[in-house]
């Protein structure tokens, strides 16, 4: 009896040792996913009904495709008949095309691919890739690499150059996926969109030196800064250890993770401006999101030191539970569409942003991560 008696205490200490390890209770983040996607898809039941704010546009422009790459992250560890319906209804709509057709090369436009070539993976069907491989192929045997003349480009072309490589198992397209990576990384602008001196990237060539912040410092915007976080994450999720040019990607995620960690706001969140606080200084979700996507992906990888920064993450998740996600799934907090840390302003908890789908596409993203949170 006495031998059971500490077998059971044994267990006991180990089931309540095992769980205060746990930093994050799966189930409440698949949940809280849930809840945020469902107030979304609610609102938009019609996949292919257009988009109007200032302005009338189709629904398949960036801001909808960083949506769905969060469904898809969504339906990855969560696999549901209606979440990929909603994919393939908007896929289908759209004739698995991009908005102003396939001689395009503008990222923001061809972001759609990333989603239409998750859902050939599931069920391959040619007409799936038709459209993608003829913009894709386009943009590959064209000697330019100086597309993606601002940073959020980054995230709506690089994957969709990664997914390419290993669905054909060719590197041309990790080969030009660098090339252009590194043309914005250290050619646009007086010399390149990042500075290695800071670990962060200035937006566009409007924003680097001497253009300054009104403290003096730096423009680095927080969501244009999660985007690159971001696509480096993806990307590296993507490709296959041997990839050509896989430890340029990590070393910026690792050199992008490390300047994050001191200007990240006592509340859990990030500013719009990273080192300017007193620039519009209120907290915001959707770079912030980005920032747990990209630093939980390194952590999960291996790639970061998960002592360093499961506080950070955990951090930036909780205060994006606590403050950002509504009762009834709303995200607050969210700045609108922009390029700086003035657009959109201000923010608030209530405040409605001129596009609801890219917030909700980070947010999935980062939960996508941290649910797979060893």
Request: proline share 5%.
């Amino acid at each position: 009896m006495k031998k059971l008696v500490l077998f059971i205490t044994a267990i006991l200490a180990y089931t309540t040792a095992s769980q205060a390890q746990q930093p994050f209770d799966k189930k409440a983040v698949l949940s809280q996913m849930e809840l945020a996607n469902k107030y979304f898809m609610d609102k938009w039941p019609d996949t292919g009904k257009t988009i109007v704010t200032n302005k009338e546009r189709p629904s398949n422009i960036w801001t909808r495709g960083v949506y769905y790459e969060g469904l898809m992250a969504l339906h990855e560890i969560c696999p549901k008949d209606v979440y990929y319906k909603y994919a393939y209804d908007w896929s289908e709509f759209h004739n698995w095309g991009f908005r102003n057709g396939n001689a395009n090369r503008n990222a923001d436009d061809y972001c759609a691919a990333q989603t239409y070539i998750d859902l050939y993976n599931i069920e391959p069907d040619a007409k799936k890739l038709k459209n993608t491989r003829q913009c894709v192929n386009m943009l590959l045997n064209t000697p330019q690499n100086n597309d993606w003349s601002w940073i959020d480009a980054i995230q709506m072309g690089m994957p969709v150059f990664a997914k390419m490589g290993v669905l054909d198992n060719d590197n041309r397209y990790y080969e030009k996926m660098y090339d252009m990576y590194m043309y914005s990384r250290n050619n646009h602008g007086d010399h390149g969109l990042y500075n290695p001196k800071d670990g962060l990237w200035w937006r566009d060539a409007d924003f680097d030196p001497p253009y300054k912040e009104p403290n003096g410092e730096d423009c680095y915007w927080s969501r244009g800064n999660g985007w690159v976080i971001a696509a480096l994450a993806k990307v590296l999720t993507i490709i296959p250890q041997n990839a050509p040019h896989r430890d340029q990607y990590i070393k910026d995620l690792q050199a992008m993770a490390k300047a994050l960690v001191p200007i990240q706001r006592k509340d859990g969140f990030w500013n719009v401006s990273l080192h300017d606080p007193t620039n519009f200084g209120e907290k915001e979700a959707s770079g912030t999101a980005l920032f747990v996507y990209g630093i939980t992906y390194g952590i999960n990888s291996g790639i970061l030191d998960k002592k360093t920064y499961l506080p950070v993450v955990e951090k930036a998740w909780n205060a994006l539970i606590a403050d950002s996600l509504h009762k009834d799934g709303f995200l607050g907090y969210m700045q609108s569409t922009g390029k700086e840390p003035k657009d959109g302003q201000p923010l608030t908890a209530d405040k409605i942003p001129d596009f609801e789908d890219y917030g909700l596409g980070c947010f999935l993203l980062a939960g996508s991560e941290i649910y797979k949170m060893k």
